[in-house]
C-alpha cells in the first residue's frame, strides 16, 4: 500500500467526478452493500437531499480511488456532518478496496474531524465490526441489531437446520397449492419494478394496518424506492418477488444483492391469508434462490423479531451510532439533544421489534 491522499468532493457533481471508479470499487470492496453504492447514494440526495450541502469523503492512492464515503452538512443550529442515506440506510461505513478498509476508516475519520464549518459529527447504522466504529472516537449508541445467516452447499441441507413446525411450513412451497399452480411465487421482470413495488406497498400497508401503524412506506420514501429499484433492477442487484394465490397477489419480498450476499430489506402481504404462510414462503423462496444462485450469506439487516431468529442465524451484530461533537459549545449541545433524541428512537424501536412477519 503506497501512500494514501485524501480529497473532498462536494456539490451534486460529486456523483458525476468519480463516478466510473465509483461503480468499479463496488465490485473490488468485500463490504460492499446497496448502500454504499452510486445509485443508492444519487437517488437517495435527489429524494431527501432538500437544502443540505452535500460531500464525499474521497480516498485514493495515486490515482485510483480506494474508498469513498458521502455525507452532508446541516445548517444549523449546530452545524452537523452526517453520512448521506440516513433514514433508509442499513448499512452506512465507507465503502473501501480489499485490504484498504483500515486506512480508508482512518483517512474518513481524520478528514470528518478536521472539516471546517462542523459543529457535530452525528454518524449513523456503522456496524460494530466495521474498521469506521474503530477508527472514530466517539459516545457509541447502540441503534439497531441486524441479524446474519450463513448459507450452505444445498437448499436442503439448509431446511434440516430449522425447527419441525417452519420446516412444515416452508414445505407448502412443493405441495398442493403451488403444484397445481393455484399459488406461485414470481420475480418482477425489468419492465414492472413500477407495478412490482406498488404491490409491495399495499400489501406492506395491509400487514401494518392491522397493528395499527402507518408502516415504513410514505410520501417520499414511496417515490425514492421506487426510483431505486429501477435502477437496482438494471445493474442485477434487485430481488423483488410476488407471491400470486388465485392470480390476486397476497405477498411480496424486497430482497437486494450485492458480491456474496443478498439482503432482506422489507417484505407485506394479507394477513387475512395468514393461512397459507405468505410471509414464511416468501423469506423461503429468497433464501432458496439466495442458495441456488450461490450466495454466501443471507443478511436480515435492521430488526432483531423474533420470525428472524427462527430462521436459525448465527450472527448477531449490532449497528452503532457514533455521536462526537467537533467544535465548541454548540457541538456539545448537539451532543447532548442527539444523545436524548437516540433515547426516544430505542424505545419506538423496542416497540416495534417482537412483532411477527408471519
Known sequence: ????????????????TRQGQWRDLIGDAPTATPFQSLEWHRTWWKHYGGVRRPLAVAVFEGADLVGIMPFFRTRGPW???????????????????RGYEDAVAEEVAHCARTLKGVDLIDLHQVRETRA?????????????????????????AYLQTLSKSLRYDVRKLDKSLFSTGRARIDPVPADRID???????????????????????????????KEWATEAAKNGWLWLS?????????????AMVAGDTAFYYQAGFDPEKGAVSPGTLLVAFTIRRAIEEGMSHFDFMRGDEPYKRRWKPQHVHRNLRLIAPANGLMGSLGSSWNQAGSRVETRVRARLEGRGLI
Open 195 to 225: 407495478w412490482g413495488m406498488d404491490v409491495l406497498f399495499e400489501q406492506h400497508k395491509l400487514r401494518w394496518r392491522k397493528r395499527g401503524l402507518p408502516g415504513a412506506f410514505l410520501g417520499k420514501a414511496i417515490r425514492f424506492h
Open 79 to 97: 452545524r452537523t456532518l452526517r453520512p448521506m442515506g440516513v433514514g433508509p440506510s442499513d448499512y452506512l461505513h465507507p465503502l473501501a478496496r
Open 132 to 156: 469506521l466504529a474503530q477508527a472514530f472516537p466517539a459516545t457509541r449508541i447502540e441503534q439497531a441489531t441486524c441479524l446474519l445467516l450463513d448459507l450452505p452447499k444445498t437448499y436442503e
Open 1 to 16: 500500500m503506497g501512500m494514501l491522499r485524501t480529497e473532498v468532493l462536494s456539490g451534486e457533481s460529486l456523483f458525476d
Open 242 to 254: 410476488i407471491l400470486s394465490l388465485d392470480e390476486q397477489p397476497i405477498g411480496a419480498i424486497y
